[in-house]
């Protein structure tokens, strides 16, 4: 008994044009791909400094909110330390005279010598008031004031393990996260002026008129004491990161700000010569005259 082949049913294909249009489709979503990779990458790094600089505050606010004294290890991630100093006359106005003092790990540019061997003298430097009383001007009515603007360039205490100390490569130094830091410490001053104002013709007296009564120049009195008090035991602080820090001196694109008050008396030590500042939250202190 004869049997017949079995027909051969015709197979479907994908015709040259199909695979032309296939791979155009492919190559505009590959194109598509590259040229959003790099933003993506950029995105990832900006995202990475972003949490270094978030985790470095926490460290350098609570080394100032407290005062600390014993924190040597930053020795190895605050390279330099610069105030830019200038002059005020009493009534607010520039003197014309500033002038920088700068500090590193080997030497400074003030006299007597203040190198930055423990992280006593960075935190001290970083405590460092907006404004300070003029130590040159004699008499109560010639007393300015000085403008600091304390400026620190700080190697990232965190990320990766290999670049920090005891690593001593300077190639692999290099590749952690440096950054500006401005460290602004001003004592609070939010309160009512008209409350404090002794002037009787002025607009905002609760008694207007040619004279103040007893009991409203008490009450002016007590409210004033306490508005010292208060600035004398609490502090606005501000710590304003710009990164990376580039070998020119200046700072790239990032920047983040930091605003925290501090509680506590801010003690002003002497050491051979170089004023500097601590927190201590714990003590509170009454305002001078």
Known sequence: MNHSPPSQKPQAAFTMIEIAISL?????????????????MNVQKENREQTIVNQDY???????????RGMDDLTNYVVAITNYVTEYS?????????????YTYFDSSTVPKFPLTNGYRIVGLLSTPKFTVDPLASGKGARGYLSNYVVAWVRSMSGNANEKFPQTNSSVQDLALSYRLVAE??????????????????????????????????LRSNY????????????????????????????????????TMIGGHLLATNDIGIPIYFFENRNYVKAGP
């Open 90 to 102: 009493p009534l607010g106005k520039p003197s014309g005279t500033a002038w920088t003092n700068g």
């Open 224 to 259: 004033w004491m306490f508005a010292k008090t208060v600035e004398t035991n609490l502090h606005d602080v501000r710590l304003i990161f710009r990164w990376p820090a580039l070998p020119n001196g200046d700072a790239g694109g990032g920047r983040q700000v930091y605003r």
């Open 58 to 68: 926490r460290v350098l606010i609570d080394a100032i909110r407290s005062g600390a």
């Open 24 to 40: 155009a489709v492919i190559g505009f979503a590959l194109v598509a791909i590259i040229g959003i990779l790099p933003s993506g």
């Open 185 to 218: 410490v001003m004592a609070h001053g939010n309160y009512d002026r008209n409350w404090t104002n002794y002037d009787p013709t002025f607009p905002g007296n609760l008694l207007p008129g040619p004279q103040l009564s007893t009991n409203e120049y008490i």
